[in-house]
């Protein structure tokens, strides 16, 4: 998952597109997709895909509210469960399972407290207004974190938060259009998805 230091964030409008945005995603090297649970009914999609490709990708749920769902999602095949907060049960259950924790977090505090509870990651977001040198400057007293940022991040700026010490990086619409969604412009999500492989492997290679 960390080797290719890109997670997709997919929001789609139906199951149907998944498959085809998990290919075109596969094609440009990015392996971890992520189904938002604002995609409708996505526990059946992660079925889907998981079912689709096997052992080809790494597939995760977003936006996770409670443990019931991630309990449903890893039934379905999901390797990661991504939340938008720190929920300490929804952590304890996705590590009874086995199961990579994605907690989200903002402050400080809120991060190491998701990290003492045992998360494998801690998901910065809203990352928008932060900035790279926010993890520069967590990481400085607490070097043991493994961060990523969601939100704000595109293949221009991945790079950034990578030479930041992120271990790698979430990304959205940046990433998977809607406008390449809704016109089945699957060659557009690949290259999108070339340029943020780049961006990382640049990054890393030039630390």
Known sequence: MLDCGVVAVIRAPSTDVLPFIADALIAGGVINIEVTMSTPDAIAGIE??????GDKVVIGVGTVLDVATAREAI???????????????????????ERISMPGAYTPTEIVHAAKAGADIVKVFPATTLGPGYFKDLLAPLPHLKLTPTGGVDATNAGEWIKAGAVCVGAGSSLVSKTAISKKDWPA??????????????????E
């Open 48 to 53: 889907v895909l998981t079912g689709h490709l």
């Open 75 to 97: 039934s379905a095949g999901a390797a990661f469960v991504v939340s938008p907060m720190f929920d300490a049960e929804i952590v304890a259950a996705t590590l009874a399972l």
């Open 189 to 206: 999500i690949t290259a999108s998805a070339r340029a943020f492989v780049e961006a990382v492997r640049s990054a890393r290679f030039k």
